[in-house]
């Protein structure tokens, strides 16, 4: 099992509609969490990052983390086509390491 | 601020040859990292420095794979010889000491052929 595991998509949202990206993760004693954009050809942009139960919200994001459950979503509020990108939800293990999931594709249909 | 430098941006060569890559991290970044990226696929790490001190590198290929970072700033990754598997984009990426998230840097899509 990998340590970050997300569902790869394609993830198809409407433009002004919710997107919701979900990640769940194995070593329990991992402490804090980070979201990802990463546009084709591009390197990834830390866009959110999270260290305690509960929401975290700026802008049009919220980031959202249950300890107990093992799982990190991120909501973004009224998509927009710019929105269109990859997604990678990444945690420091215990070993102060940060482990990525391999991503979540995210369209927004105009 | 100046982001994180990586130079070249892309490289081709062909299998067998050398390759390396550099890093310039964040002014005051004392932890940088060099991750592989392959297509589809999240960000992998391949070593992790604390200044000049490479505190990770449990995940570096070391026959083939080296890497320095003198003097605790620029950050050299350098694979002799290369393979066609090796085709990938190398992505080094800085941080302040701490727990949070990295800055990466354009990356170097190396393809070998």
């Known amino acids: 099992q990998k340590e970050v595991e997300q569902n790869s998509g394609p993830l198809s949202v409407p433009e002004g509609a919710i997107a919701s990206l979900n990640c769940t993760y194995s070593?329990?004693?991992?402490?804090?969490f980070f979201w990802y954009r990463q546009y084709s050809g591009k390197s990834p942009e830390l866009i959110m990052s999270i260290y305690s139960n509960g929401d975290k919200e700026d802008g049009r994001f919220t980031a959202q983390l249950n300890k107990a459950s093992q799982y990190v979503s991120l909501l973004i509020r009224d998509s927009q086509p710019s929105d269109s990108a990859t997604y990678l939800c990444a945690g420091r293990n215990r070993d102060d390491k940060i482990i990525f999931g391999k991503g979540t594709r995210l369209h927004i249909l105009p | 601020e100046a982001g994180v430098v990586q130079s070249p941006r892309y490289k081709i060569i062909e299998k067998k040859q050398p390759v390396a890559f550099w890093c310039n991290p964040i002014s005051g970044h004392n932890t940088l990292y060099w991750y592989l990226q392959n297509l589809g696929q999240g960000p992998e790490l391949l070593i992790r420095y604390e200044n000049e001190e490479a505190v990770d590198d449990s995940q570096l290929p070391k026959d083939r794979f080296s890497a320095e970072r003198l003097k605790g700033v620029d950050s050299t990754l350098k694979i002799q010889p290369a393979e066609l598997g090796d085709s990938a984009v190398y992505l080094c990426?800085?941080?302040?000491?701490?727990?949070?998230?990295?800055?990466f840097g354009s990356g170097t899509r190396l393809t070998v052929v």
């Open positions: 990426a800085s941080s302040r000491a701490g727990g949070f998230g990295y800055t």
């Open positions: 070593d329990r004693g991992s402490q804090s």
